[in-house]
């Protein structure tokens, strides 16, 4: 497309979604349900289309991108009514007994999403699903590296037979993207941007929208920690963090890439995590990266770390990493390292992963959280409760206790980062929240009253109540049973005429 196209497809987008909005949301639901039906008959072709252009495994495509999809979409369709249903709000002081207040949500208008390449399917899906069930049109930009991904991503929603306009996948570069999507104040873009990916990108694009004070929700990177006690079972550690550390080549923003591990669990959990390591099988556990360019990236880094002294404890079969004849880089498990090195201080989106001792829970606090990221993280403990007091104490959106990675799967749980990790929530109510402005509604249930107490004419009396009132509020019980008669004389305002 070019990039001028943009704002005609925004002109429809937005006619097509004032009859959409208005729409009850069963109708909604029902459209969507078409787009499960679809899905349901082309498992097989889209997760081909997923390997194809992303080099990720046809089983992992499947288990996570195209199996959470279905179950997210089912849970954001059952759930959705609620999510949106009109919410009360509880009084706040008995001072304003006459007001009841309530919450009403709107969609935003034109929602646009800008998604990456490493779960091209899975990432989008949820998002345009949710929004469209709150009752907004989308404009959909996946990554340039995915471009099969989004046209199954049109197809399947033109399964879903919407209103024309509604939906709309768009093929623009990825530099033109966000400056379109945004635009300007003579030329308004969408009305809420999504995007996934780079923190440096993140950044471009929040100073893009700030002119239009446009909302983001921006789920950025990450360089997620596990925290491995002494109480840990070193070998289900151990396999939970193999698949959390080179599952999807270790392209996942929310992968582990530093694994704490206390001293007296040290050398048993190296020991099965190196040894589960070497039996990684390339083209059957581990798939290639994503592109070239990604993997001179990673090389960088991790060349980095080996001339600072890291040492590599353990690396999948197949070709070393400096190896450019193809995409493939073996897991590659490091010790030996220093906070000064990219595995400890950058994100590294491909398949290494740092083993580093502590001494004490304290100690794997202070180096889990030395980071700018805080996407998530994990505690590996048979002590369930003082797991969750240290899961607590993590410096991260999503924390999780004997697993990690997985979270992104439930689609009842918020899904976002502290930090350079991104800000706002996709996923889970919160995420469906996101879709909408929220309007509060304040009805006064005593219209035939007079007057407040606060509204003009202003008096001394007036004045002497208002001050009462603060008495009775932060006084002790003396104090406030001297000031209860102002008060009442302060209230009979409300029956003067």
């Given at each position: 497309m070019k990039r001028e196209e943009l704002a005609s497809i925004i002109v429809r987008a937005r006619e097509a979604q004032k009859a959409w909005a208005v729409l009850p949301y069963g109708k909604r639901s029902a459209h969507l349900k078409k787009a499960a039906s679809y899905l349901a008959a082309h498992v097989d072709d889209i997760s081909e289309t997923i390997h194809r252009e992303n080099g990720k495994l046809p089983l992992d495509a499947l288990a996570a991108e195209l199996v959470p999809a279905v179950m997210a979409l089912g849970y954001y369709r059952r759930m959705g009514r609620r999510f949106l249903a009109e919410a009360p709000v509880g009084m706040g002081s008995l001072l304003m007994f006459n007001k009841r207040s309530s919450l009403i949500y709107k969609p935003w208008g034109v929602v646009g999403i800008i998604s990456p390449w490493n779960y091209p399917f899975a990432i989008p899906f949820s998002e345009v699903v949710m929004a469209l069930l709150a009752g907004n049109a989308v404009l959909l930009k996946t990554a340039s590296l995915t471009p099969g991904v989004g046209c199954s991503l049109e197809e399947l929603f033109r399964a879903a037979e919407l209103p024309e306009g509604l939906f709309t996948y768009v093929e623009l570069p990825g530099r033109e993207a966000g400056p379109a999507f945004i635009g300007s104040a003579a030329a308004p873009g969408v009305d809420k941007l999504f995007f996934t990916g780079s923190t440096a990108t993140g950044r471009e694009l929040m100073a893009l929208a700030a002119p239009r004070l446009l909302p983001l929700v921006l789920e950025l990177g990450g360089a997620d920690a596990a925290i491995v006690r002494e109480d840990a079972a070193p070998d289900r550690a151990a396999r939970g963090l193999v698949w959390a550390a080179f599952s999807n080549a270790g392209q996942s923003c929310g992968g582990v890439q530093r694994i704490i591990v206390h001293r007296k669990v040290y050398d048993a959990f190296l020991e099965k995590f190196c040894?589960?390591?070497?039996?990684?099988?390339?083209?059957?556990?581990?798939?290639?990266?994503?592109?070239?360019?990604?993997?001179?990236?990673?090389?960088?880094?991790?060349?980095?770390?080996?001339?600072?002294?890291?040492?590599?404890?353990?690396?999948?079969?197949?070709?070393?990493?400096?190896?450019?004849?193809?995409?493939?880089?073996?897991?590659?498990?490091?010790?030996?390292?220093?906070?000064?090195?990219?595995?400890?201080?950058?994100?590294?989106?491909?398949?290494?992963?740092?083993?580093?001792?502590?001494?004490?829970?304290?100690?794997a606090l202070r180096i889990a959280n030395a980071s700018s990221y805080g996407l998530t993280g994990s505690v590996w403990s048979r002590n369930r409760r003082r797991a969750r007091e240290l899961a607590a104490r993590i410096n991260a959106g999503a924390v999780m206790i004997n697993d990690h990675l997985m979270s992104h799967g439930l689609a009842e749980t918020p899904w976002g980062g502290f930090g350079d990790s991104g800000l706002g929530r996709t996923h889970g109510e919160a995420g469906f929240k996101e879709m909408v402005k929220v309007q509060v509604v304040v009805d006064d249930i005593l219209p035939a009253v007079g007057r407040n107490i606060f509204w003009h004419p202003y008096s001394e009396k007036v004045s002497a109540g208002l001050k009462a009132l603060?008495?009775?509020?932060?006084?002790?019980?003396?104090?406030?049973?001297?000031?209860?008669?102002?008060?009442?004389?302060?209230?009979?305002?409300?029956?003067?005429k």
């Open positions: 040894a589960l390591i070497r039996g990684l099988r390339q083209g059957i556990d581990l798939g290639p990266m994503a592109s070239l360019k990604q993997k001179q990236t990673v090389c960088r880094q991790i060349e980095a770390c080996l001339a600072k002294g890291a040492q590599i404890a353990a690396k999948s079969e197949g070709a070393f990493f400096q190896d450019a004849a193809a995409a493939a880089v073996p897991a590659l498990a490091l010790t030996g390292v220093t906070p000064d090195m990219p595995v400890m201080n950058e994100e590294i989106f491909g398949p290494v992963a740092a083993v580093i001792p502590a001494s004490d829970d304290e100690e603060i008495r009775v509020l932060t006084g002790g019980p003396g104090r406030r049973l001297a000031a209860l008669p102002e008060v009442f004389r302060i209230f009979l305002r409300y029956w003067e």
